[in-house]
């Protein structure tokens, strides 16, 4: 989600010309579990830099979601730092479409 955010915006901006793919790449890391505590440190000091600093809210918003998931998923952020993965799905199924009946 993070790098989709990072990759739809018109990057004319500071935050999201470096600090959002920034930001995403330290999730990606984390998530692969290569990361370390110091990249955990970097990452909630890129989230802290992204705030007030776009023409718009872009980046705040993706900053608050970034952050929040740091908090909401606390446990499982320990478990990559620990052991490089949490044990939960790395993918999740897609419901298929809803059926739509044409009248005619
Ligand atoms: S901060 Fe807003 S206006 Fe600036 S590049 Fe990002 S999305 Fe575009």
């Known amino acids: 989600m993070l790098t989709y955010l990072a990759a739809n915006s018109a990057q004319q901006c500071g935050p999201c010309r470096f ?3 920034a930001v995403a ?3 990606t890391t ?3 579990g290569r990361a370390t505590p110091e ?3 970097r990452l909630r000091h890129r989230i802290g830099l992204l705030h ?3 023409a718009c809210g872009h980046p705040d918003g993706t900053a608050r979601l970034a952050a929040s998931a740091l908090t ?3 446990a499982d952020v320990d478990q990559h730092l620990t052991h490089g993965h949490c ?3 790395t993918t999740l199924p897609v ?3 809803a059926r739509t009946e044409h009248r005619t």
């Open 19 to 21: 600090g959002l793919p």
């Open 25 to 27: 790449d330290d999730f």
């Open 30 to 32: 984390l998530a692969d």
């Open 39 to 41: 990249l955990l440190d």
């Open 52 to 54: 007030g600093r776009g």
């Open 72 to 74: 909401a998923f606390e």
């Open 87 to 89: 044990r939960r799905p």
């Open 95 to 97: 419901p298929p479409p």
